[in-house]
């Protein structure tokens, strides 16, 4: 096990990137893949983490391992983009057409609270804050706003309709049945989301891990992201 | 009166015991590792016992048969235990107003201040209970017992670790307690405290009563004796009192004669009873002269009873009826000629009986 | 010295809240489990005692999640008591109860051990003097086990103080209203550069509840001299 | 039957492995810091028991980030092991270590109350009949203080085995290597719709914990028999 | 020779006594309270005087003044407390071996078997210490103190708890270990147990030592008597063995007189002593014929304390010069003119005696 090429990921990425290693493995060795906060592996790789790939959820934390030195020069790309949406509880249909200022009007009346990711340090929450901003929005909403440690966990607040409403990535609302996507926040009410992917220099096997970043960025390995939701070669 | 039918397997042995006790106080004479604790237990509510019954008056207590069993905290059962038991978050003050407080208000009991005053531990009050000798320790577990007003009293041998003078101190208490109609069973090695104190007594060992009845019966009942402790053995003589003399000795009236105690006892009523070791009894043929000795009895031998080592017991009778025990050794009985039958004089001293011998019955 | 934001005491005030809260009110709760667990035998007692332990050897996440499921608003004891005007739900209480459960099994675990330390023989000698099994208790179990409770209280405590899975899972983090210490000190961990702030709202924590372990030291210590009794 | 994938068989070795490692290996640890709490008297003493709680006070986050500092490949501590071919950093050594520290309060705490309520008279008896100190200790106190080292034990078991927050900060998630069932879990939470696995997972945990809690039960009356003597 | 010096301040009153012990057995008397246990734990090392010195021989165990203060597992000195301590998670015989296991190889002490037979231990061995009636525990406790094979044996109130036939049993024990050299400090409440132990006593009132010196100096200093518990004062005299009799009584001799005791002794040496308990002497001033009582000396009257309530002690002085104490009513001594240089005759009942009365001096 100690020769598998290993890579550390973003938790978002597990569904999309479980299936993708697992494509890859009928035809190659296997590898192994970590899967933590964006923050929790950046800080485990400047400590010295043996691993060969870093997926990011976020391009500040693979800012940070980029300037520890533990990137290999030339390797980093922008792997995969996503879209921030307005997520209801329930699978209803009909709401598909309401817009992102009235739907958040029971927030915004205090009866309701709306699930993000921590506001000021997750990417999805940051986003958000952002998009929200923007919008005007945010300064009406913040008091009412329940921030989960993750997103998953703010997905899961709008499942089990604590909070009836939440934003997350397009990706998350597609893959829980319990929510529907409300609407999408225009691009650029935010910073574009991206999730870079960089090779390190601190792995046990380069070339395996290499060939295995090639791999993700073939159209057979596309095809399980954009299934996913995921947008392909987003612009920095 | 106490009704108590056990059965109780322990370690090695049985405990098979059927024992009416009270009124007064009932000592339980045995041999260490014989049971006593274990009986007392069951009393109390502390034991379960395998089989049998124990009821207070017209009070069931315990019935294995139809699963009667009252807890310890409705028996209303005192108890100084054998090992002192005092709580150690509470001070000396409040252990011993424990069981006060619990207290039915309309019960009788003791006042606090004489049980201090009796027990010498006004100065502990205010100590915590780590800082007092084992001495002290047992002195305040017995108050605390006397003072949450029972209406009987096990006693697992309370004195086992004070000084005689102590002792002396506290035994008269106990009596009076007894009077104002206590019923206590007192566990106990010391001879001496058994007879002073006992109404009733019944010897124990290995588990199985070895004999019950009367103080007086079992004390001077010279194929007891040995069981008894040869060297304590003793009889207990019903007496009168007979005045003061001038120069402080209490006359004690004994049908037609007189015994001396060394000590000016108040008149204590008129039935009396007074304890003379066998030991401390000299026999005489002849009436003797000049002795220091004032107590000359005379009786007439209805036993001779040989004891361990050269030794008898020698039972007598008085004109009255009562009886006496003298301890004497194997050769004087034969130089002496004594067998059933044969008149002669018992001299006890007057000061080998002591005020802590006599009592009121 | 380093200026702390507005809701950084926020998050101070509200983890000392929740932590005192959720002690106090568990202690009571804490204490009838461990005497039933040490003192009573029937036969679902293994289901209490396996219920008991369950907080820690779950995540805290899935604890947290748990919670949700049954305090939250659509949870059956959280709609059972919506009516009454209690509310766990994104409120300091549901962190003050995601605190307390995790800190339930150490409180337990630790009167318990005193529970059971206490010589029965005393009890027996108390029950002789007329107090019945809640005044026996009252009067001598529970002084004897005060350094236990002492010991399970600051367990609790403490643990309340760093609780960060349960808490954040069940109550979400609103700053001024759910936002505890250490809801404050992840949200700083995941941001790159931000150890300074880790830091100093590490040091208070520890600095809050080490007093706060001192405090319970001291206190055991006067008990244990005043139950020793030596000069 | 639920089938249980190779990783979560893994998961489920890998924690019995390293909880009972963390257990076993900090159990002495634990006993001699007890010791040294309860019955010793100097200076730096204070700051030994701030340091035994830390991880308690602390959310295990940070006592993660905290361990990967010190005993990361580039950690202080971490380099100093190397070359004695101890390393912790991405090992299931780490998650045992990690396991072991956030234990350790508990542990510490258990035992502790249990050795002050050892009865001195006895120990002084045993130092009267030839035993020095250490014997002592062997002899008397730690026989007697078994069921607070056996509830410590037990009590850093299922600590172990519920330990996520610090085991994933200092040895990440690799499965197989330091996926524990914790994190086999959480990584099933990443999965939505994943509850049935979440669940099973959970359950394995708990029965496997509960198990190790009723042997120790059953160990502790045991020695609660043969101490108390009562036929 | 143990040599104690120190003073330590107690709850009340301070401890204050200076006190050599040994060889032989040294008796500790004293009211509850008085600090007995206090001073034993000073020597065992288990308390550290406030200031003072402890030596055994030539060994410093404490030193307040240059701060040498061993600790009690170096002192090698076996320790009764007064409770009996027992290691509740271990069994009776593994209680028992604690201390042997770690003694001196070299050292000597008594065998295993011989000191459960002597304690009625044997079918006790294999259980657990909490299924122990309290007597048994005494007697472990006691057990696993000897078999440390200790230098010095400390032994607090040790019989307190057991029955006399049990303490007739250990005493002569004891004895044999002091005869084969091994001091014993002995603190009790018995007079009797001190009498026929003690080669010193030392008397102990409220933290100081009311009187200290060989026993049959204290024993038979009438001023003391009364301290000592008047009933049971009595004094000790040195007698050697004279054979036994054919009917079993052995004969003692004192100078040209002789006594019998009621009990075949085998010889045990020619120097013995036997305790005459001061009530049992009877006081004449002719020789009285026909007499139960067989022991009749012939002495002087050298001294008349008054007691209490009563009563006297008469110092006799043997023609040999030893002294011999009588207790009598104020009456008797007063009819029969006693006054110090009075010849009479002091009678002593054989029976009186006991063999638990006579040991090797
Ligand atoms: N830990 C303590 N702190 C303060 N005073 C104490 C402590 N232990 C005992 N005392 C007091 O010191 C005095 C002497 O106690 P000690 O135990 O030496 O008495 P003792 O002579 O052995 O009595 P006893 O025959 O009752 O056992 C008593 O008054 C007692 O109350
Ligand atoms: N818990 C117990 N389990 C089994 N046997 C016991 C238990 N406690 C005492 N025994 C045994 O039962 C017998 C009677 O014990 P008990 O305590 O009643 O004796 P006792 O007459 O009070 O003796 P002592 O005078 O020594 O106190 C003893 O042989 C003892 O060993
Ligand atoms: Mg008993
Ligand atoms: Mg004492």
């Given at each position: 096990?100690?020769?598998?090429?290993?890579?550390?990921?973003?938790?978002?990425?597990?569904?999309?990137?479980?299936?993708?290693?697992?494509?890859?493995?009928?035809?190659?060795?296997?590898?192994?893949?970590?899967?933590?906060?964006?923050?929790?592996?950046?800080?485990?790789?400047?400590?010295?983490?043996?691993?060969?790939?870093?997926?990011?959820?976020?391009?500040?934390?693979?800012?940070?391992?980029?300037?520890?030195?533990?990137?290999?020069?030339?390797?980093?790309?922008?792997?995969?983009?996503?879209?921030?949406?307005?997520?209801?509880?329930?699978?209803?249909?009909?709401?598909?057409?309401?817009?992102?200022?009235?739907?958040?009007?029971?927030?915004?009346?205090?009866?309701?609270?709306?699930?993000?990711?921590?506001?000021?340090?997750?990417?999805?929450?940051?986003?958000?804050?952002?998009?929200?901003?923007?919008?005007?929005?945010?300064?009406?909403?913040?008091?009412?706003?329940?921030?989960?440690?993750?997103?998953?966990?703010?997905?899961?607040?709008?499942?089990?309709?604590?909070?009836?409403?939440?934003?997350?990535?397009?990706?998350?609302?597609?893959?829980?049945?319990?929510?529907?996507?409300?609407?999408?926040?225009?691009?650029?009410?935010?910073?574009?989301?991206?999730?870079?992917?960089?090779?390190?220099?601190?792995?046990?096997?380069?070339?395996?891990?290499?060939?295995?970043?090639?791999?993700?960025?073939?159209?057979?390995?596309?095809?399980?992201?954009?299934?996913?939701?995921?947008?392909?070669?987003?612009?920095? | 009166?106490?009704?108590?039918?056990?059965?109780?397997?322990?370690?090695?042995?049985?405990?098979?015991?059927?024992?009416?006790?009270?009124?007064?106080?009932?000592?339980?004479?045995?041999?260490?590792?014989?049971?006593?604790?274990?009986?007392?237990?069951?009393?109390?509510?502390?034991?379960?016992?395998?089989?049998?019954?124990?009821?207070?008056?017209?009070?069931?207590?315990?019935?294995?048969?139809?699963?009667?069993?009252?807890?310890?905290?409705?028996?209303?059962?005192?108890?100084?235990?054998?090992?002192?038991?005092?709580?150690?978050?509470?001070?000396?003050?409040?252990?011993?107003?424990?069981?006060?407080?619990?207290?039915h208000k309309a019960a009788a009991g003791p006042a606090f201040d004489d049980v201090v005053d009796m027990l010498g531990i006004a100065p502990l009050l205010a100590r915590p209970t780590g800082a007092l000798s084992g001495g002290e320790r047992a002195r305040v577990s017995i108050g605390r017992a006397l003072l949450s007003k029972p209406r009987l009293l096990l006693m697992d041998e309370p004195l086992a670790a004070l000084d005689p003078a102590r002792r002396a101190e506290i035994l008269p208490f106990l009596e009076r307690l007894r009077d104002a109609g206590l019923p206590v069973i007192y566990v106990s090695h010391a001879l001496p405290e058994v007879t002073r104190l006992a109404d009733t007594i019944a010897l124990i060992d290995t588990g199985k009563l070895v004999a019950a009845g009367p103080a007086h019966h079992i004390l001077s009942d010279p194929t007891l004796a040995q069981r008894l402790g040869g060297a304590q053995a003793g009889a207990v003589l019903r007496v009168t009192h007979g005045g003061v003399d001038d120069d402080g000795l209490t006359r004690l009236h004994l049908g037609g004669q007189s015994l001396f105690l060394p000590q000016s006892s108040?008149?204590?009523?008129?039935?009396?009873?007074?304890?003379?070791?066998?030991?401390?009894?000299?026999?005489?043929?002849?009436?003797?002269?000049?002795?220091?000795?004032?107590?000359?009895?005379?009786?007439?031998?209805?036993?001779?009873?040989?004891?361990?080592?050269?030794?008898?017991?020698?039972?007598?009778?008085?004109?009255?009826?009562?009886?006496?025990?003298?301890?004497?050794?194997?050769?004087?009985?034969?130089?002496?000629?004594?067998?059933?039958?044969?008149?002669?004089?018992?001299?006890?001293?007057?000061?080998?009986?002591?005020?802590?011998?006599?009592?009121?019955? | 010295?380093?200026?702390?934001?507005?809701?950084?005491?926020?998050?101070?005030?509200?983890?000392?809240?929740?932590?005192?809260?959720?002690?106090?009110?568990?202690?009571?709760?804490?204490?009838?489990?461990?005497?039933?667990?040490?003192?009573?035998?029937?036969?679902?007692?293994?289901?209490?005692?396996?219920?008991?332990?369950?907080?820690?050897?779950?995540?805290?996440?899935?604890?947290?999640?748990?919670?949700?499921?049954?305090?939250?608003?659509?949870?059956?004891?959280?709609?059972?008591?919506?009516?009454?005007?209690?509310?766990?739900?994104?409120?300091?209480?549901?962190?003050?109860?995601?605190?307390?459960?995790?800190?339930?099994?150490?409180?337990?675990?630790?009167?318990?051990?005193?529970?059971?330390?206490?010589?029965?023989?005393?009890?027996?000698?108390?029950?002789?003097?007329?107090?019945?099994?809640?005044?026996?208790?009252?009067?001598?179990?529970?002084?004897?086990?005060?350094?236990?409770?002492?010991?399970?209280?600051?367990?609790?405590?403490?643990?309340?103080?760093?609780?960060?899975?349960?808490?954040?899972?069940?109550?979400?983090?609103?700053?001024?209203?759910?936002?505890?210490?250490?809801?404050?000190?992840?949200?700083?961990?995941?941001?790159?550069?931000?150890?300074?702030?880790?830091?100093?709202?590490?040091?208070?924590?520890?600095?809050?509840?080490?007093?706060?372990?001192?405090?319970?030291?001291?206190?055991?210590?006067?008990?244990?001299?005043?139950?020793?009794?030596?000069?």
């Amino acid at each position: 096990a100690q020769a598998q090429p290993l890579i550390f990921a973003a938790a978002s990425l597990k569904t999309a990137l479980d299936q993708a290693a697992q494509q890859w493995a009928t035809t190659h060795p296997p590898v192994t893949i970590s899967y933590a906060g964006s923050s929790q592996l950046a800080r485990q790789i400047t400590a010295g983490a043996p691993a060969d790939l870093f997926i990011s959820a976020s391009p500040q934390w693979m800012d940070a391992v980029d300037q520890s030195g533990m990137v290999t020069p030339g390797s980093r790309v922008n792997l995969l983009g996503n879209r921030l949406v307005l997520i209801g509880n329930g699978n209803s249909t009909n709401a598909a057409t309401s817009s992102i200022a009235s739907s958040l009007q029971p927030v915004m009346d205090g009866t309701a609270f709306l699930a993000m990711a921590l506001v000021d340090s997750v990417p999805a929450g940051q986003y958000g804050k952002e998009a929200l901003t923007h919008l005007g929005l945010w300064d009406q909403v913040a008091s009412q706003v329940a921030q989960a440690d993750n997103v998953r966990a703010a997905l899961a607040l709008v499942a089990l309709n604590e909070a009836p409403l939440g934003i997350t990535y397009a990706t998350d609302a597609k893959a829980e049945p319990r929510v529907h996507e409300i609407a999408t926040f225009p691009a650029d009410s935010h910073r574009p989301i991206i999730y870079p992917m960089a090779a390190l220099d601190g792995g046990n096997d380069p070339r395996a891990a290499a060939d295995f970043a090639a791999y993700l960025q073939t159209p057979p390995a596309q095809a399980i992201f954009t299934q996913q939701g995921f947008t392909l070669h987003p612009d920095p | 009166m106490i009704d108590i039918r056990l059965h109780h397997p322990l370690s090695g042995f049985d405990l098979d015991v059927s024992l009416q006790a009270g009124p007064g106080i009932t000592a339980l004479y045995g041999p260490s590792g014989s049971g006593k604790t274990t009986l007392v237990n069951a009393v109390a509510g502390l034991l379960r016992p395998r089989a049998g019954r124990i009821s207070a008056g017209s009070d069931l207590l315990f019935d294995a048969a139809t699963g009667v069993d009252q807890p310890p905290h409705r028996r209303n059962i005192g108890y100084v235990f054998q090992e002192p038991r005092l709580f150690p978050h509470l001070n000396v003050r409040a252990n011993l107003n424990y069981g006060a407080k619990r207290a039915h208000k309309a019960a009788a009991g003791p006042a606090f201040d004489d049980v201090v005053d009796m027990l010498g531990i006004a100065p502990l009050l205010a100590r915590p209970t780590g800082a007092l000798s084992g001495g002290e320790r047992a002195r305040v577990s017995i108050g605390r017992a006397l003072l949450s007003k029972p209406r009987l009293l096990l006693m697992d041998e309370p004195l086992a670790a004070l000084d005689p003078a102590r002792r002396a101190e506290i035994l008269p208490f106990l009596e009076r307690l007894r009077d104002a109609g206590l019923p206590v069973i007192y566990v106990s090695h010391a001879l001496p405290e058994v007879t002073r104190l006992a109404d009733t007594i019944a010897l124990i060992d290995t588990g199985k009563l070895v004999a019950a009845g009367p103080a007086h019966h079992i004390l001077s009942d010279p194929t007891l004796a040995q069981r008894l402790g040869g060297a304590q053995a003793g009889a207990v003589l019903r007496v009168t009192h007979g005045g003061v003399d001038d120069d402080g000795l209490t006359r004690l009236h004994l049908g037609g004669q007189s015994l001396f105690l060394p000590q000016s006892s108040p008149d204590m009523g008129h039935d009396l009873r007074i304890r003379i070791q066998a030991s401390d009894v000299i026999l005489s043929r002849n009436r003797p002269e000049g002795l220091s000795a004032l107590n000359i009895l005379t009786a007439t031998v209805t036993q001779v009873q040989p004891g361990d080592a050269g030794r008898v017991f020698v039972q007598l009778t008085l004109p009255q009826g009562q009886i006496l025990l003298a301890r004497i050794t194997a050769r004087s009985a034969a130089i002496l000629q004594l067998r059933s039958g044969t008149p002669c004089h018992a001299i006890v001293k007057a000061v080998a009986m002591d005020r802590a011998d006599l009592s009121r019955s | 010295m380093i200026e702390l934001s507005p809701l950084a005491i926020a998050a101070i005030t509200l983890s000392l809240q929740v932590a005192s809260v959720a002690m106090i009110a568990s202690l009571p709760v804490a204490i009838a489990t461990a005497w039933i667990l040490s003192r009573s035998r029937w036969p679902g007692l293994w289901l209490l005692n396996a219920l008991v332990h369950l907080p820690l050897i779950l995540p805290p996440v899935v604890t947290g999640y748990l919670l949700l499921l049954g305090f939250g608003r659509n949870g059956p004891v959280g709609r059972l008591l919506e009516p009454l005007g209690i509310t766990f739900a994104f409120q300091w209480t549901g962190a003050a109860l995601a605190a307390a459960v995790m800190g339930f099994p150490l409180m337990v675990r630790a009167i318990r051990l005193a529970i059971e330390a206490v010589d029965p023989k005393l009890e027996e000698a108390a029950a002789t003097l007329g107090a019945g099994p809640v005044n026996v208790f009252c009067t001598i179990t529970l002084p004897l086990i005060a350094p236990g409770i002492l010991a399970g209280a600051i367990m609790g405590f403490a643990k309340a103080m760093g609780e960060f899975g349960a808490t954040i899972t069940f109550v979400s983090n609103i700053p001024g209203r759910t936002q505890t210490l250490p809801s404050a000190i992840y949200s700083a961990l995941q941001i790159p550069g931000a150890e300074q702030q880790v830091v100093v709202l590490c040091a208070i924590s520890v600095t809050l509840a080490i007093g706060a372990v001192f405090l319970s030291e001291w206190l055991t210590r006067r008990i244990a001299r005043r139950i020793g009794g030596a000069l």
